[in-house]
């Protein structure tokens, strides 16, 4: 019965998110490539990593600067 149940109910669409959408980055890679465009960031500081791929790569890297900075600049003082 409860296959029945749920042949009638209606599937979820497949969400994809906006990042992974190529059409959105046609203009990014464009300007990239032509040296027109720019992106502001924040430099955090530098880390080595292991590996040069990888979503969880770039979040332990970035905890690991995060950490860095919140350390107490005591250990500088004379």
Not at 9 to 33: F, L
Request: net charge positive; hydrophobic share 30%.
């Amino acid at each position: 019965m409860n296959k029945l149940r749920q042949s009638f109910r209606r599937k979820k669409d497949v969400y994809i998110p906006e990042a992974s959408r190529p059409h959105q980055w046609q203009t990014d890679e464009e300007g990239v490539r032509t040296g027109k465009c720019s992106f502001p960031v924040k430099y955090l500081g530098h880390v080595e990593v292991d590996e040069s791929r990888g979503m969880h790569i770039c979040e332990e890297a970035v905890k690991r600067l995060k950490a860095l900075i919140t350390l107490p600049p005591t250990s500088l003082k004379k």
